[in-house]
């Protein structure tokens, strides 16, 4: 039996790339099962999603602790530890970067590396950061367990019409563009890229919620998540066309949009989580979200 952990966020289609993936195995013939596991419901929250598969019934209900592979969706966390937590050695990392660096140095029984600028593709064919097909394109590629035209075939019973159409495309390109490498025992990177996040505090110590949490950190003494480490997209304001109406503070749903001192409204950084609908409700469209980078990316 295979086992397949499956790392994103909310809103990057983790749980239904587990789902097509499933379907794919099963397609071609083998015995296949998937469930997510939801930290916080929010958009941009960390999911993981896990998946088994096998020529034997699938009979675990476990969450994936010791994965074979390992996908990772969220170009912010391919840089995380935790993601590659319990790989087996030997183990193959699917990863949503252009840059072998981003991984760890402390994850050390990685056999086989496949990276893929998913979101770099997903933005130009479906018009979106949603990396899943595209990632799915990849691991068909990396790992040759299903075949493309049978992942095509499984997307179709997920989606219909323009959004099937810009999601084919997106999953044959990770197919064709994804690079993969062989490990070397000595890996030797540079440690500013090994951590790209933008808070060093990324990890579920504070206080212990299970692996795949994110960003806690205590602020005058109360614990809060750092929702800033799940942002890709940033609000940018133009001074010019703002009229300082502060509707944007009004809407954003972490209360994060601030006056400065200038009278202008900014985002608290450690805690936008780049939803973007401060730029949607602004009656000025004095904001643009602006695609960040991500150290190494
Ligand atoms: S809603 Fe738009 S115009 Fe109003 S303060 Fe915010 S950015 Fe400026
Ligand atoms: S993108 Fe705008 S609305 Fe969303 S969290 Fe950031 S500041 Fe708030």
Known sequence: MGEIRIHGRGGQGTVIAAEIMATAFVLDGKYAASFPFFGQE??????AAFVRFGLEPVREK???YNPDIVIVLDRVQAGNPICY??????????????????????VTNLELLATADATGISLQEIGLPITNSCMLGAFAKATQLVQLDTLIYAIEEFLKGDMLVRNKRALQRG??????????????????????TPNDN???????????????????????????????????????????CGWCSLYCPLGCMKPGEDGYFYPDLNYCKGCGICAYECPAQAIRMVMEEVGGY
């Open 42 to 47: 929010r958009r941009g929250a960390p999911v």
């Open 62 to 64: 476990t969450r994936v």
């Open 85 to 106: 937590a319990g790989l087996k050695e030997g183990g193959m990392a699917i990863i949503n970067s252009r840059h072998e660096e981003i991984v760890p140095l402390s």
């Open 175 to 196: 197919f064709h563009e994804v690079a993969i490498k062989r490990q070397e025992k000595d890996r030797v990177f540079n440690d500013e890229i090994t951590n790209p």
């Open 202 to 244: 990324f990890s579920a110590a504070v206080p212990f919620q299970s692996p795949y949490e994110s960003a806690w950190a205590e602020v005058q003494k109360l614990v809060t998540v750092r929702t800033g480490e799940w942002r890709f997209i940033a609000p940018v304001l133009d001074k010019k066309t703002c009229r300082q």
